[in-house]
């Protein structure tokens, strides 16, 4: 298996509502990557987490949860999200061995807040 | 801080025509480099990857890209552009980063490239 794995593929949700993005890898990568993408921008880093202990937060507000419960699944929970959220959110995982491994990413939860 | 300059937003050619998408990095070490390619509402695929080994490098889809260090770029390249091509190339830059045992890096992009390729 070599490919990352993100459910749902949309998602549509109020300002109120708690929701979660999913990502699995079965590929033994022990990085794994939440970015962000809005409309006609480049990806841009969210979270890192590096050994299922999370290791790098690009300053993400806290209305965005990250969660790694084991080396293949890493969610993302979302509670009063704002339509300024609105967003592709691409998941990514990487092999330990060299940075110069590239990165998996996964096709991506289309995210409109209303 | 490591980042990655792509010139052009959008890039038009005809089928059959060569493919020229310009990168420049910017780095105080030796980058590691990547060219992805994004269709519209997918996710991203990696086209290429410098490792250091050889300065030109290979990739998917007949794609290939020439590191030179005096220029700081990684210019991505085709002979000759099919229609299927058309869509949208990242350059991105990851620096290292370790922790937990295994390195993680940070991959940072550039604002990319459309391309259009017209019959």
């Known amino acids: 298996d070599t490919e990352v794995t993100q459910t749902p593929k949309h998602l549509v949700m109020g300002m109120t509502n708690k929701k979660s993005l999913k990502c699995e890898q079965h590929?033994?990568?022990?990085?794994m990557y939440w970015y962000k993408q809005k409309a006609k921008k480049p990806p841009e880093l969210m979270f890192v987490?590096?050994?299922?202990?999370?290791?790098i937060n690009e300053s993400v507000p806290s209305r965005f949860s990250p969660e790694c419960p084991n080396s293949s699944l890493l969610n993302l929970h979302l509670h009063a999200l704002q339509p300024e959220d609105s967003a592709l959110y691409l998941c990514?995982?990487?092999?330990?061995?060299?940075?110069?491994?590239?990165?998996?990413f996964g096709s991506g939860t289309r995210l409109t807040v209303v | 801080a490591q980042s990655v300059t792509q010139l052009g937003s959008h890039v038009s050619v005809s089928e059959g025509a060569l493919v020229l998408l310009r990168c420049n990095y910017s780095?105080?070490?030796?980058?590691?480099l990547f060219w992805y390619v994004q269709y519209p509402n997918q996710g991203l695929q990696l086209l290429l990857k410098?490792?250091?080994?050889?300065?030109l490098v290979k990739g998917i889809n007949g794609f290939e890209a020439e590191f030179k260090k005096s220029e700081t770029s990684f210019h991505l390249t085709k002979p000759s552009a099919h229609m299927s091509d058309a869509a949208e190339y990242f350059c991105?830059?990851?620096?290292?980063?370790?922790?937990?045992?295994?390195?993680?890096?940070?991959?940072?992009f550039g604002q990319g490239t459309i391309l259009t390729v017209h019959p």
């Open positions: 990514a995982s990487r092999g330990k061995e060299s940075p110069y491994d590239g990165y998996t």
């Open positions: 590929m033994g990568h022990r990085a």
């Open positions: 987490y590096s050994y299922e202990k999370l290791s």
């Open positions: 780095s105080s070490v030796p980058p590691y």
């Open positions: 410098y490792t250091s080994a050889a300065t």
């Open positions: 991105a830059v990851s620096d290292r980063k370790s922790g937990g045992g295994t390195s993680y890096g940070k991959l940072t």
